[in-house]
């Protein structure tokens, strides 16, 4: 079964940068689609961004396109997710989804 750990949150400015890390265990992460979710306070889970197991290709919600970037290490079992220009809208905990399993979310702040 596969365990997924995700750290690399905190409290940023807007306009600041943070590089999130999902850490997977098991032996096949590299057959697994990966995804990045977040959800804010009062507010329902959504898709932030996916990459393939196939072929590596990403795809991306509208709202961060061009800002936030999703990438994995599969020699490593990590899954990453690089923020920029963050904005006080994506406040939110952020989970990584793979194999149906999810972690425990790691926190973003960002503050105006």
């Known amino acids: 079964q596969v365990q997924l750990v995700e750290s690399g949150g905190g409290l940023v400015q807007a306009g600041g940068s943070l590089r999130l890390s999902c850490a997977a265990s098991?032996?096949?992460?590299?057959?697994?689609?990966m995804r990045w979710f977040r959800q804010a306070p009062g507010k329902e889970r959504e898709f932030v961004a996916g990459?393939?197991?196939?072929?590596?290709?990403?795809y991306y919600t509208d709202s961060v396109k061009g800002r936030f970037t999703i990438s994995r290490d599969n020699t490593k079992n990590m899954l990453y997710l690089q923020m920029n220009s963050l904005k006080p809208e994506d406040t939110a905990v952020y989970y990584c989804n793979g194999a149906n399993t999810w972690g425990q979310g790691t926190q973003v702040t960002v503050s105006s």
């Open positions: 098991g032996r096949t992460f590299s057959s697994y689609h």
């Open positions: 990459i393939r197991s196939s072929d590596g290709s990403t």
